[in-house]
C-alpha cells in the first residue's frame, strides 16, 4: 500500500514511518525543510515537498496514495486552524475513494476522568488546549459518509527513544538537576510506547470507516513517573503548583494536571499488542545507562 504520511519526519511520525516500512508498505512522506526531506529520503520514502498550509500539495499527497495517516499537527490550540484546513482539504481529496484516513487526535479530548475508565465511546469533555479537536473528530468520522474509511486515533501520553514528557523530565534532570511536574502528581497519565503507538497506525489502516481507537496502556500517577526521571538522573523530583504552572504555561498546565484512565479494548480487538517497556522500565533503564558511564 503506498501510505502518504503528514509529520512524518516528527516525533510519532518518525516511529510511524518505520513501522509502515516494516510491515511492507510504501511511503510518501511531506516535508517542508531540505532537512527533512534527506531524513525521508535516508529511510526509504518518496518525498512530497510542501506544508501543512499548502491545500494543493495535500490533496496532491491524498489523491496519489492509497491511505493517508495525518500525523503532522500534534500540538496545542495554536494549529487550531492549520489542523482542520488540512483535514478538510485531505478528506476532500479522498471523498468516494474509499481510501482509509487516520487522523490523529489525543485522550486529553476526554479530559478528567478520575475512577472511571473511558472507552472510545465516552463523551467528549476536552482540555481547553485541545477543545478544538472534538470538531475535527467529528468531521473525519462524519465523512466516513463521504466514502473515507476514516479512523480517529487518541495517543495517551507518548514516551520513548527519549522523547515525550519523559524524555524531557530526563533532560531536565541533567541540565538543571531538578525534575517538575504539575499539582501534587497524584494524577495519573495514560502512557503509550511511541513504537507500540506505531504498530496501531498500522493497523488501523484496516480498521472500518468511523472508527474511534483509544492508544494508552495503564496510568501511572504522575509523581511516581517523575520520581524515576529524577532517580535517573541523580535529581530531585519536585511539585509544581497548578497556579503558578499556569502563569508560565497557559492552558498547558491544565492539561498536564488531568487525571485520566483509558480504555483501549477496540484496538486490542484489531489485534495490537503493547510489547515495549513500561514508561518507569524506560527510565529506570536511563537510570542504568547513566549509572553505566558514569
Known amino acids: 500500500m503506498r501510505v502518504f504520511v503528514t509529520g512524518a519526519t516528527g516525533y510519532v511520525g518518525t516511529s510511524v ?10 511511503v510518501t512522506g511531506l516535508a517542508r525543510s531540505d532537512d527533512a526531506a534527506a531524513k525521508l529520503e535516508a529511510g526509504g520514502c518518496a518525498v512530497l515537498r510542501g506544508a501543512l498550509t499548502d491545500a494543493g500539495g495535500l490533496a496532491e499527497g491524498a489523491r496519489g496514495a492509497d491511505a493517508v495517516i495525518h500525523a503532522g499537527a500534534t500540538g496545542g490550540a495554536d494549529q487550531a486552524e492549520v489542523d482542520t484546513a488540512a483535514v478538510d482539504t485531505m478528506l476532500d481529496a479522498l471523498a468516494g475513494s474509499g481510501k482509509p484516513f487516520v487522523y490523529t487526535s ?63 523530565w530526563i533532560a531536565a ?94 484496538a486490542r480487538a484489531l489485534g495490537w499488542r503493547p510489547s515495549r517497556p513500561s514508561v518507569l522500565e524506560e527510565l529506570r533503564g536511563e537510570s542504568d545507562t547513566s549509572s553505566a558511564s558514569a
Open 106 to 168: 489525543g485522550v486529553w479530548v476526554l479530559g478528567a476522568t478520575g475512577d472511571d475508565v473511558a472507552d472510545e465511546d465516552a463523551p467528549l469533555r476536552p482540555a481547553a488546549l485541545v477543545a478544538w479537536r472534538a470538531e475535527v473528530e467529528r468531521t473525519v468520522t462524519d465523512a466516513a459518509a463521504r466514502g473515507i474509511r476514516t479512523v480517529v486515533l487518541r495517543p495517551g501520553v507518548v514516551y520513548g527513544r527519549g522523547g515525550g514528557t519523559p524524555g524531557t
Open 17 to 26: 514511518v518505520q513501522a509502515l516500512r516494516a510491515a511492507g508498505h510504501d
Open 173 to 266: 534532570g541533567r541540565k538543571k538537576g531538578v525534575v517538575r511536574y504539575v499539582g501534587d502528581g497524584s494524577q495519573r497519565w495514560p502512557f503509550v510506547h511511541v513504537d507500540d503507538l506505531a504498530e496501531l497506525y498500522v493497523l488501523a489502516l484496516g480498521a472500518p470507516a468511523g472508527t474511534v481507537l483509544n492508544a494508552a496502556g495503564p496510568s501511572l500517577a504522575v509523581h511516581a513517573a517523575a520520581q524515576a526521571a529524577a532517580d535517573a538522573t541523580g535529581a530531585r523530583a519536585e511539585a509544581w503548583p497548578l497556579e503558578d504552572a499556569r502563569a508560565r504555561l497557559g492552558a498547558y498546565a491544565d492539561a498536564l494536571a488531568l487525571d485520566q484512565r483509558i480504555g483501549a479494548e477496540r
